[in-house]
């Protein structure tokens, strides 16, 4: 299926010895940042893995970030105004009253792989979570985000976030159904 949303905002290049996906540093408005979607818009219950990085510009990081059902983990690099990193957690409503957020210190030219599972429950409920670790360590035993939305959304799209204030670099990007 064709790609949505990333028509002349990513290209295939070397980083770091791998083949990457980056995501552009494109200073005009609306370009920055994306959110892009592949797939199949019925797809449910799966998980979606990546590796990611940013490099650091002007004392600014990029945000990388998946999807998973229209629901959006977000590796944030830098936040206004304290400029603290951390893991969002968004909902598809974008109000922020639903999302869930947890410190999660990281480093520019470094690579960290990202989980997100979003798990259709009886009633209409969602469990999606997430985990992000440095690319090479074990993987923690323990989520790093969760919730369980009571109105999911039960089908959606896989796809990846980018916020290019400095280029976001994507490798190892899988999606697999949930056992």
């Known amino acids: 299926a064709a790609w949505v949303n990333g028509l002349g905002k990513y290209e295939i290049r070397e ?7 980056v995501k552009l540093r494109i ?48 590796l944030v690099g830098n936040a206004a105004p304290d400029k603290v990193q951390q893991v969002l957690l968004e909902s598809w409503s974008y109000e922020g009253e639903r999302t869930v957020q947890a410190d999660f ?3 520019p030219d470094t690579w960290y792989h990202m989980k997100l599972e979003a798990q259709n429950l009886e ?3 969602v469990r999606v979570r997430g985990k992000v670790w440095a690319r090479g360590e074990k993987e923690p035993d ?28 994507y490798d190892n990007l899988k999606v697999t159904p949930n056992k």
């Open 27 to 74: 200073e005009l408005p609306f370009r920055e940042r994306a959110r892009t979607f592949f797939g199949a818009p019925e797809w449910h219950n799966y998980t979606i893995e990546a590796d990611v990085s940013t490099q650091e510009k002007r004392r600014q990081m990029g945000d990388a970030g998946l999807i998973a059902q229209n629901y959006t983990m977000i």
């Open 105 to 107: 210190p990281w480093k």
């Open 15 to 21: 980083v770091n010895g791998s083949k990457s996906l």
């Open 142 to 169: 323990v989520w790093l985000v969760q919730r369980i939305d009571p109105v999911g959304t039960l089908q959606g799209a896989a796809g990846i976030y980018g916020n290019a204030l400095a280029e976001v670099y």
């Open 123 to 125: 009633g209409g409920k």
